[in-house]
């Protein structure tokens, strides 16, 4: 998963913002930045990739137990593409991600799955050395054939892709 020049921006004033301790300017409204004392930076990239079979209702994802990034359809944030992204600092050591999407079927001609409702959990252990920074994209892509059964079609996939920018250093 390629880094883009938002979340690359993103990161760098992170890693600034965590040497000097101040607020961040984030880049863009799609980029969210939050400074805690911290030795890192990490963007979460969330990235729906389902085709038109099934559409996303609702995303939210959790680092550390904390919620970083939620999206629904009541704020057609899951409706934009790219979704909302977040970059936050975070201390060295081995960090617990984990992700809840919520996919409703679209109307789809003389066979509908508007009726099916699906929500796929998945969790995604990483850790982080200090004074690096990491995207950690995660990905609901679809599986499988049109004669596989639309429960087990949706799979989340975890990309960590390390930016060559030290943090706070």
């Known amino acids: 998963m390629p880094v883009t020049a938002d979340v690359r921006s993103a990161l760098e004033i992170c890693r600034a913002a965590v040497a000097s301790d101040a607020e961040p300017v984030p880049p863009s409204p799609d980029v969210e930045c ?20 099934m559409r996303l209702v609702e995303l939210e994802v959790r680092l550390d137990g904390v919620r970083a990034v939620h999206a629904d ?14 970059v936050v600092p975070i201390a060295s050591g081995t960090h617990e991600l984990r992700s809840v999407w919520a996919f409703r079927g679209n109307p789809y001609g003389i066979f509908s799955m508007s009726t099916y409702r699906l929500l796929v959990r998945a969790h995604h252990r990483f850790a982080i050395a200090e004074g690096r920074s990491l995207q950690l994209g995660i990905v609901a892509i679809d599986v499988g054939s049109i004669t596989s059964p639309i429960e087990q079609r949706p799979r989340i996939v975890h990309v960590e892709t390390a930016v060559g920018l030290p943090a706070g250093g």
Do not use: F, K, Q, W
């Not at 004392?37 to 038109?52: E, K, L, Q």
């Not at 359809?73 to 977040?86: F, I, K, N, Q």
């Open 73 to 86: 359809e009541h704020g057609d944030a899951v409706a934009r593409s790219p979704l909302p992204s977040r």
């Open 34 to 53: 939050v400074v805690r004392r911290s030795r890192g930076c990490v963007a979460i990239v969330p990235d729906n990739r389902m085709g038109s079979l």
